[in-house]
């Protein structure tokens, strides 16, 4: 599909958002350098992000995530939509 995705955010992501950078006041920027490639290529059909389709995830449940320094984002595409799901942020202990 070519041309211009809308992004939409669900109750729960916006529960998740502002809870985050309550602690996290960089969120906010991070968030707003992904909506501009979920605009453009929510598919990562160029290859040039840090987005990836997950296995075994249904439909509803956050399909994609884009990765984003410590934070992730998870979202599903119907048609030319993009729904934002969840915002989690990368345990620094991960590695």
């Known amino acids: ?10 109750a729960h992501f ?4 502002k809870k985050l950078v309550r602690t996290h006041p960089d969120l906010e920027m991070e968030y707003r350098d ?3 490639i979920l605009r453009a290529d929510p598919h990562n059909r160029t290859r040039q992000h840090a ?4 296995e075994g995830v249904n439909a509803g ?3 994609y995530r884009i990765r984003m320094r410590r ?3 998870r979202y599903d ?5 993009v729904y934002l799901k969840a915002c989690t942020l990368r345990r620094e202990d991960t590695y």
């Open 51 to 54: 987005i990836k389709k997950l």
């Open 14 to 17: 916006e529960r998740g958002l």
């Open 34 to 36: 992904i909506l501009p």
């Open 1 to 10: 599909m070519n041309g211009t995705f809308e992004v939409l955010v669900t």
């Open 61 to 63: 449940h956050g399909q």
């Open 77 to 81: 595409i119907h048609g030319q939509t």
């Open 71 to 73: 934070f992730r984002f």
